[in-house]
Structures are given as structure tokens and as C-alpha cells.
């Protein structure tokens, strides 16, 4: 059985709360996605539910040829996994995904980070916790952190992610897409 692959990808946003998580993080991605194709058709994330306002947040599917992504930069980094990884995944995602009314932004988790507390709050995820989980859950990765303190540059602390691309994301949406290349345009 042949492995497949899965995406994730990192990106600045130039937001005022991506700016304020870069400040904290000193780290040049503050928003972090899993993606099931190399073409990024199919993004995951726990972010803004409305482009225009933060504040209302959870579960979604994103766009990444979105006005909120327009400008972005990113680094997408790719892993193999087998097909019962990747069915446990989809199911963990499949299951938010039917009761995403259930599911929150995770504001209390950002804020923890500021005050070095854990914050666990049943049915929130930030971004990077969120891609965690899916990741925790699918079995492809065990982290050394509790889940909830894991940053986007914290979901690479493995070697089984490998650079593919590094730039910006509309860019990487115009290169003529072999899906079994790899990129690597850093």
C-alpha cells in the first residue's frame, strides 16, 4: 500500500493579532493549516470564520486564494503517511467539521501563552493546537508539549516534515504543479 502525502502550511498574514503572535513567538509564521492536496485545495484550519473580523472564529475550511491570504507568506512543508493515518485524520476532521457549531476559537489558549498558564478548554483549538490534534489523533506524531502550548514553528519539532516551498502563497498557487515533484523554491 502506497503512502500518501499531507501539507502543512505556515503563514503570515500580516493580521494585528499575526503581528502580535510573531511578537511573541519570534518566529516568522503565525498561523498554521493542514492541507490534504499539493495543490492547497483542501485547507483545514481554526481561524477567522468572517475575513473581516477576528473575533469570530472556529472551524474552517480555508481559501487560500482568499483577500485574508492575498498578500501572505508561507512555508508549506509536506509528510508521508500511511492510509490508515491519513482515514484517522480525515475522521477527527469529518467529526468537527458535522458539529462545528460545538467548536470555538481557542482566544483563552493565545492568551495563556502571555502568562505562561495552561488553559484546556473543551471544544476550542487555535490554529497550531488544532493541526496538532488532527496530527496527535491520526498517529503521525506524538509531541513533547501539551497541545495546547504548541506554536506553528512547534509542529515541525519532528523530522518527518519536509520543506517544499518557502514564499509567497500566491506565487506557489501560479507554479505549474507536478504532483510528484517537490518544489523546494526557498
Known amino acids: 500500500m502506497k503512502n500518501k502525502k499531507i501539507y502543512i502550511l505556515l503563514t503570515d498574514t500580516k493580521t494585528v493579532l499575526g503581528r502580535i503572535i510573531k511578537l511573541y513567538t519570534k518566529k516568522p509564521y503565525s498561523h498554521a493549516s493542514i492541507a490534504f492536496d499539493l495543490e492547497l485545495d483542501e485547507v483545514y484550519s481554526f481561524g477567522r470564520k468572517m475575513p473581516s473580523n477576528p473575533f469570530i472564529g472556529g472551524f474552517v475550511r480555508e481559501n487560500i ?11 508549506i512543508y509536506s509528510c508521508e503517511v500511511s492510509e490508515t493515518e491519513l482515514q484517522r485524520m480525515y475522521q477527527f476532521i469529518q467529526k468537527i467539521e ?16 502571555i ?10 483549538f487555535f490554529c497550531s493546537q488544532f493541526v496538532a ?20 514553528d512547534d509542529l515541525l519539532d519532528t523530522e518527518k516534515f519536509e520543506l517544499i516551498y518557502e514564499g509567497n502563497l ?9 504532483p510528484q515533484s517537490v518544489l523546494n523554491i526557498v
Do not use: M
Open 133 to 152: 490534534t488532527v496530527l496527535t489523533e491520526g498517529g503521525v506524531v506524538t509531541y513533547k508539549k501539551p497541545l495546547d502550548r504548541i506554536t506553528p
Open 98 to 113: 458535522r458539529e462545528k457549531h460545538r467548536y470555538r476559537y481557542n482566544f483563552l489558549g493565545l492568551l495563556s501563552f
Open 170 to 178: 500566491q506565487h506557489y498557487r501560479n507554479i505549474n504543479i507536478e
Open 115 to 124: 502568562f505562561d498558564k495552561n488553559v484546556v478548554r473543551e471544544n476550542a
Open 65 to 75: 486564494t482568499s483577500k485574508l491570504f492575498l498578500n501572505a507568506r508561507c512555508a
